[in-house]
């Protein structure tokens, strides 16, 4: 056989293997798990984002009248308030913190004609700026928790407003002006006798409470949580969910990267997520705008807004920020933190992520319960009770909801109304004698 006549079949040979080996790869057929509907894992959010302005709200609006002061906690008059200012036009920012006596200071904020705006959290000027209209090139590098309206002028469409920094002494004016201010004077000034009456208390520093001045009158809330996914939160927070591991603990799992952890906890229905490398930085300063925004945007990557949470604890120099559940206009309070989003940042990435994985949203139709509370006075005595008083460390006190297990059913939360005060930094409920204990009016 000669070389050429080799060659070609040697050619042939190669040319049949090639075939067959084409052949088996277009008819073999792996045995891969049928894709169906129970292991298919999809998740884009959790369940919405929202913009600064769903987030910053006041959580008590007060108009001071001839003596007389009236007050709203409503959600509908805070909302329809703060949107109005949202068409105002604010120019000739300026800063007028000359020195005061603290009589003209508390003149200047609760004084007669003055519609006063009480945020729960420091708002810088930097934030607002995106939610109202500045014709300033600049807005003040500060921070305020008040808003005072006052002088307002329907004909003219101006009114004189301050952004009042209370623990600094701070104070702002700008001219807002608005074509709708005579509407905001029509809807909201004029119809003020409509609110509630407050009255005031004296706090340290020539400061004063108003607090409404009969018994608060609150139902009481049942609600079966319609728990989150722990899958959703896993896909959603961990860069690379392949990566992530899961374990099993006492209450509660655990689910890591390597470099994260997660945590779940049955018995709260709460996660916390840590990225312990970044724990060396959350005694960094940074901005409270830029801590604002960073924690906004967060959570706005995972759509995780449930509920009706608000800003409630924010401030400068500080890396920690809480957003608050609020019902109908009220703060929730819960000791173990399951009304609470809480973030702990490092300088530029998130430290710890503390919030609970269940939403409200299910209401439980029963029998209406209404709970009469104490009033103010009795409130207010009743604090200075505590042991060790010092009136310097009261910041605060208003009427809210404690978030509660159903003592008959475990897997039903209870919002029951009760009185809460803000001491030394941080807020408790307060508990009342015999004596002043609110009574239950009965079932409608």
């Known amino acids: ?51 600064a302005s769903h987030l910053i709200k006041p959580s008590k609006i007060l108009h001071h009248k001839e003596g007389e002061h009236y007050g709203t906690t409503g959600h509908k008059e805070t909302d329809e308030i703060m949107k109005e200012l949202q068409k105002w036009t604010f120019s000739r920012t300026m800063n007028v913190s000359s020195p005061m006596t603290e009589k003209e200071f508390s003149e200047l904020i609760h004084g007669k004609n003055r519609t006063e705006l009480l945020f729960p959290a420091f708002v810088p000027f930097y934030t607002i700026n995106n939610i109202f209209t500045f014709e300033d090139d600049t807005v003040p590098n500060a921070v305020f928790d008040r808003i005072v309206i006052t002088k307002v002028n329907t004909q003219e469409k101006e009114a004189i407003v301050y952004f009042v920094s209370t623990k600094e002494r701070l104070v702002f004016q700008s001219r807002a002006s608005s074509p709708s201010l005579s509407v905001f004077k029509k809807q909201f000034i004029d119809k003020v006798e409509q609110w509630e009456t407050y009255v005031s208390y004296p706090l340290a520093a020539a400061d004063q409470l108003f607090l409404p001045e009969e018994n608060p009158l609150l139902s009481k809330y049942k609600y079966l949580p319609d728990d989150i996914k722990i899958g ?30 997660m945590r779940v906890d049955y018995r709260t229905n709460m996660i916390t997520y840590v990225n312990p490398a970044k724990e060396p930085e959350i005694t960094s300063r940074g901005s409270l705008h830029d801590l604002l925004d960073k924690s906004i945007q967060f959570v706005n990557e995972h759509s995780g807004w449930t509920d009706q949470y608000r800003l409630f604890e924010a401030k400068p120099g500080s890396s920690t920020i809480r957003y608050r559940l609020f019902m109908n206009g009220l703060p929730v309070f819960n000791k173990d933190g399951m009304a609470e989003i809480v973030q702990i940042w490092g300088k530029d990435k998130i430290y710890k992520y503390i919030r609970p994985y269940f939403t409200l949203d299910i ?23 505590q042991e060790d008083f010092n009136l310097e460390l009261l910041e ?42 609110g009574n239950v009016h009965g079932l409608e």
């Open 232 to 261: 959703d939160f896993k896909d959603l927070l961990f860069s690379d969910p392949s990566l992530v591991k899961k374990g099993t603990k006492s209450n509660g799992e655990e689910y890591t990267d390597g470099s994260s952890l």
């Open 363 to 385: 209401s439980l139709p029963s029998e209406k319960e209404e709970i009469t509370l104490p009033d103010s006075a009795d409130a207010f005595e009743q604090v200075k009770k």
């Open 396 to 437: 605060d006190m208003a009427v809210g909801y404690q978030l509660l297990p159903d003592p008959q059913s475990s897997k039903i939360l209870v919002l029951e109304p009760a009185w809460f005060y803000k001491y030394g930094g941080s807020w408790q409920q307060l508990s009342f004698t015999e004596e002043t204990e």
């Open 1 to 51: 056989m000669n070389y050429e006549k080799m060659k070609s079949i040697g050619l042939a040979l190669l040319v049949a293997i090639s075939i067959i080996l084409t052949l088996g790869i277009w008819n073999y057929q792996p045995n891969y798990e049928k894709i169906t509907e129970d292991n298919i894992h999809e998740v884009s959010s959790i369940s919405e984002t929202r913009d």
